[in-house]
């Protein structure tokens, strides 16, 4: 009986040349993505019901079928590298994952220059500063790979800058103003879905909300 050829799932699957420990830091480097999805927004979800995230992780997902949309219309391979990978049949312009980093962190950049986030900070440079020195380990990494070519990696940077920057648009000059809404809707109530962009620090006004509560409930003792 024939056996059919198997094939890996490549969401973790990444590789590197044994011994080489920047190989090594950098097959890390490129899982970065999944752990923004898995760790960061589905956690987001259960602890926060954030609107402003909830639309954040949205867009990312859209921008990843619209990589698939244009990577099957180009029909561009990945370099030669791509038989010791064994991803060969998979395409490879543009880069997911330097469209998907591009995205987030033009996206998040663009939250913080606004002032929408957890803090409240005059250095927006330092914070803004970490998520685009990712998006540039993560092109270097999957060159360095063997996964794509620099023209791929560049051409998924720019894909992501456009799209991040486009609905980041959406989302805050067009989505927000039905943000009251969906916090008073069914669905809303239900999962205790909160919109706090109009909020300039949220830890603090959470930290100074907690401590009241905490007094008023003591006050109440008998």
């Given at each position: 009986m024939a056996t059919l050829?198997?094939?890996?799932?490549?969401?973790?699957?990444?590789?590197?040349?044994?011994?080489?420990?920047?190989?090594?830091?950098?097959?890390?480097?490129?899982?970065?993505?999944?752990f923004i999805s898995l760790g960061g927004f589905i956690s987001h979800f259960f602890?926060?019901?954030?609107?402003?995230?909830?639309?954040?992780?949205?867009?990312?997902?859209?921008s990843q079928?619209?990589?698939?949309?244009?990577?099957?219309?180009?029909?561009?391979?990945?370099?030669?590298?791509?038989?010791?990978?064994?991803?060969?049949d998979s395409l490879g312009w543009p880069?997911?994952?330097?469209?998907?980093?591009s995205f987030f962190a033009v996206y998040f950049t663009l939250l913080t220059c606004k002032g929408i986030g957890f803090?409240?900070?005059t250095n927006k440079w330092v914070v803004n500063f970490w998520p685009w020195c990712l998006v540039i380990f993560t092109m270097y990494s999957r060159v360095y790979?063997?996964?794509h070519t620099v023209a791929q990696v560049f051409a998924g940077a720019i894909l992501g800058v456009c799209l991040g920057a486009l609905w980041f648009w959406v989302?805050?000059?067009?989505?927000?103003?039905?943000?009251?809404?969906?916090?008073?809707?069914a669905f809303?109530?239900?999962?205790?879905?909160?919109?706090?962009?109009?909020?300039?620090?949220?830890?603090?006004?959470?930290y100074d909300n907690a401590r009241a509560a905490r007094k008023n409930m003591a006050s109440k003792e008998p």
């Open positions: 050829p198997l094939k890996a799932v490549m969401l973790t699957d990444v590789r590197y040349q044994r011994g080489d420990p920047l190989g090594h830091f950098l097959a890390w480097v490129s899982l970065v993505p999944v602890f926060r019901r954030e609107l402003q995230g909830m639309f954040f992780a949205l867009g990312l997902i859209i079928f619209i990589n698939e949309f244009v990577k099957t219309s180009v029909q561009q391979a990945r370099p030669e590298t791509c038989a010791l990978l064994e991803t060969c880069s997911s994952h330097s469209q998907y980093m803090w409240d900070t790979l063997g996964y989302v805050n000059s067009v989505l927000s103003a039905y943000f009251p809404a969906i916090e008073d809707s809303g109530r239900m999962f205790y879905v909160k919109d706090t962009s109009h909020i300039p620090n949220v830890l603090k006004f959470e």
